[in-house]
């Protein structure tokens, strides 16, 4: 085991776990931030989706090792109040599940793309499955979003 010292949501945690262990069972059973999801634990729906210093990251394949001392901000610590409320307002959401990973990615595009076309949206969006299919709503929601002048 080994000491972590981890920035979520701008608050400090220091962790005793093995490096290898993956960031999402830290987040979820460690610290208790259930808002991120585990779903296919390979990396590839998305549904895991954090921010780590800025990026979109899957952190069910992060171990602690390559996670300490780097920012990660989780869908409970996303300033994104124009995104919520554009997806409230496309009813994006049907089972709820993928959500916190959909809108984490979408948060970092319209961080880094504030007027993203609809072939930005599919690249950045394009590791996030959705088991409802709700493709087209999300698309709407981030048009809304940018639309309305940025995530918060």
Known sequence: MTIHTLLINNLDYQVDVPDEMPLLWVLRDIIGLTGTKYSCGIGVCGACTVHVDGEVEQSCQLTMAEAAGKQITTIEGLVADKLREAWLSENVSQCGY??????MAA???????????DDDINSAMAGQLCRCGT???IRKAIHKTAEAGGIA
């Open 135 to 137: 493709y087209q709503r």
């Open 98 to 103: 993928c959500q916190p990973g959909q809108i």
């Open 107 to 117: 948060a970092a595009l319209l961080t880094r793309n504030a007027k993203p076309t």
